[in-house]
Nanobody, 124 residues
Framework: QVQLVESGGGLVQAGGSLRLSCAAS????????MGWFRQAPGKEREFVAAIRWSASTTYYADSVKGRFTISRDNAKNTVYLQMNSLKPEDTAVYYC?????????????????WGQGTQVTVSS
């Protein structure tokens, strides 16, 4: 079993920054891609960012490209999402997830374990 716990969410004004963390425990995740997704009220869960197990490759949704940065520290079993220049439309519950393989995916079906989520609210 793998447990993923997100932290770092909160309330921030537009233009501000937050750094989300996702701590993994249980079976090691160093050989798996990791991803961040988000879900706003009344909307489907959507892809935000993903990172290859070696951290050599990252992927971003167009809506966050240039503002968000995903990174990972395999020694600490932690993946991060640095969010800058936040907008009200970034408001959502953010989830981290473990990929099925070393290659990052952009669909929820590409991930098997999910955290409980952390709320990010951006005020205008």
């Amino acid at each position: 079993q793998v447990q993923l716990v997100e932290s770092g969410g909160g309330l921030v004004q537009a233009g501000g920054s937050l750094r989300l963390s996702c701590a993994a425990s249980g079976r090691t995740f160093s050989r798996n891609a990791m991803g961040w997704f988000r879900q706003a009220p009344g909307k489907e869960r959507e892809f935000v960012a993903a990172i290859r197990w070696s951290a050599s490759t990252t992927y971003y949704a167009d809506s966050v490209k240039g503002r968000f940065t995903i990174s990972r520290d395999n020694a600490k079993n932690t993946v991060y999402l640095q969010m800058n220049s936040l907008k009200p439309e970034d408001t959502a519950v953010y989830y981290c997830a473990r990929g099925l393989t070393v290659l990052p995916g952009t669909a929820t079906k590409d991930y098997d374990y999910w955290g409980q989520g952390t709320q990010v609210t951006v005020s205008s």
